[in-house]
């Protein structure tokens, strides 16, 4: 399991993918943090968290892109499925990886919680409770991008499908005003990425936010094991 | 070493493999024969536990694959019909990104190191896998099917796209590798099966079509019961002598070979050399030359695949 995490971290280097996520990522949260922070003379950085929601729905479809429809692609899969390796343990291994990667991306945070403290003295707990919201985002993310990449041998597919279906469960709360009937709205709008997230952005902890990310993250882990393994039985 | 039994694959409609059995002991190497589409990759996947079967069962060293999948992964190196590299690794990190996969518990720089001088691609160790020529792709998969010397290995076309004097050293490396693993490996080249494989199985349609120790089933050529004669004399009277041969069941003329002299092939149930020769001695006509065509096992593989030979079911046998 190891040997597989390492080899999707390191491949995200061996190409420009990985050094194009960080800049792109580090780039827009420079820009948030220069105009809605130190332009604007705030150490708030709730408004840079909840600006940066966009650009990790754009930023993740790339992280997980070629998770498996490169193996597919490449038939590199034949020799994860013919090792003594379980599906499950292939996909976690390549989940991780995918995590790992976005996390790297998390670090612009710190940095940027780093020069703040040398203006001011930046609120720490919003901080870190941003950082832990949007892993829980992006594991998420993650898994619904690892579960597309797995129906595809496209890379450009995989990252295209995953974008638009993060996007439409992020946006199911302008979805769910339209909903006339008051239940169904609540219902649809609590199923929204951007809601779930918001709560972390103005830093309210909310267990059922955490296991509504972590419940999302294994129902797509879950399904991406099943289609791997359907695809022995077809 | 190997035991399977009566594996059945569908894909949609289309019945991949049909009741498919087998078995090999330690050290033998089967080759596997088939036209495309036959079944040889399926019934390899399902081996190497890439793909399920929808009935039968493998045993590897006793143990049932879907039992203890990763037991018998363990004890299987395969190399696939595209070899499974990552093109964006050096071949030293491949194969340690494949030794620590297939976690083998042997030193691991000695171990790669002793298998790259096995398949020379020691010179190209530190170099990208998308750079190598196909050949080198191809010795890269065979070096990993071999990490952990696992006791099976399963080989799909393991010489496509080497050069000439590359394929003569992978065979004989094959060779030697069966003295200690037993090997499955499929081929479109008949020659190299015949040059490498102790036992056949030739599969069509997704069903064994005949099996057999390679010397037997090369002694099944019929070598004698066809033969090509150079004969002077008119035409006609030539083919109605060869015909009225007791045992000839088939003439067929061919062209003028000299002025006056026809070539004929005749096909017979049995040895019709000596008759041949009597019925001719008889005559005006002289047979200027005579020769047993030997049936090769590329043909009696090409007749069998066709349908030509008759009862192939016959022949189907566990070996």
Known sequence: ????????????????????????????????????????????????????????????????????????KQKTEQALLTAPVSIPGIVFSKFLSALVMFSLCLCSYIIEGIALSFMTHPDWSVIIGNIFGMALLGSAFCAIGIFISSLTESVIVAAITSFAINALISLLDTIASTVPIDAVKNFISSLSFQTRYGHFALGLFSLSDIVYFVSIAFIFLFLTDRVIERKRWA | MIKVKNLTKTY???????????????????????????GKSTTMNIITGYLSSDSGTVEIDGIDILEDPAGVKKKIGYLPEI??????????????????????????????????????????????????????????????????????????????????????????LIRNL???????????????????????????????????????????????????????????????????????TKVIEHEE???????????????????????????????????????????????????????????????
């Open chain 2, 178 to 248: 069966g003295k200690k693993h037993t090997i499955i490996l499929s081929s479109h080249l008949l020659s190299e099966v015949q040059a490498v494989c102790d036992k056949i199985i030739i599969i069509n349609n997704g069903k064994i079509v005949t099996s057999g120790r390679t010397e037997e089933l090369t002694a099944t050529g019929k070598a004698t019961n066809r033969i090509e004669l150079v004969i002077e004399g008119r035409k006609q009277n030539v083919y109605s002598i060869l015909n009225s041969i007791d045992g000839v």
């Open chain 2, 257 to 319: 070979r000299e002025k006056g002299c026809f070539e004929y092939v005749i096909e017979s149930s049995r040895d019709v050399r000596r008759p041949v020769f009597r019925a001719f001695a008889k005559t005006d006509y002289n047979i200027l030359s005579m020769k047993p065509v030997s049936v090769s096992l590329e043909d009696t593989y090409l007749d069998i695949i066709s349908g030509k030979t008759e009862g192939v079911n016959d022949n189907v046998r566990n070996i």
């Open chain 1, 1 to 72: 399991m190891s040997a597989i995490f390492k080899r999707e971290l390191r491949s995200y280097f061996n190409s420009p993918v990985g050094y194009a996520v960080l800049a792109v990522f580090m780039f827009f949260s420079g820009i948030f943090f220069w105009v809605q922070c130190l332009y604007v003379g705030t150490s708030n950085m709730s408004t840079v968290f909840q600006s940066m929601f966009f650009i990790v729905l754009f930023v993740i479809p790339l992280i997980t892109m070629r998770l498996f429809a490169e193996d597919k």
């Open chain 2, 12 to 38: 949609v409609r289309n019945k991949a493999l049909d009741d498919i059995s087998f078995s090999l002991d330690e050290g033998d190497i089967l080759g596997f024969l088939g036209p495309n589409g036959a």
């Open chain 2, 83 to 172: 070899p499974p590299l990552y093109n964006d690794m050096t071949v030293q990190g491949y194969l340690e990104f494949m030794f620590k996969l297939k976690k083998v518990k042997l030193p691991m720089k000695e171990h790669i190191s002793k298998i790259c001088d096995m398949v020379s691609i020691s010179d190209v160790k530190s170099r990208i896998i998308k750079h190598l020529s196909k050949g080198y792709h191809q010795r890269v998969g065979l070096a990993q099917a071999l990490l952990g010397d696992p006791p099976v290995l399963i080989l799909d076309e393991p010489t496509v796209g080497l050069d000439p004097r590359q394929i003569i050293e992978i065979r004989k």
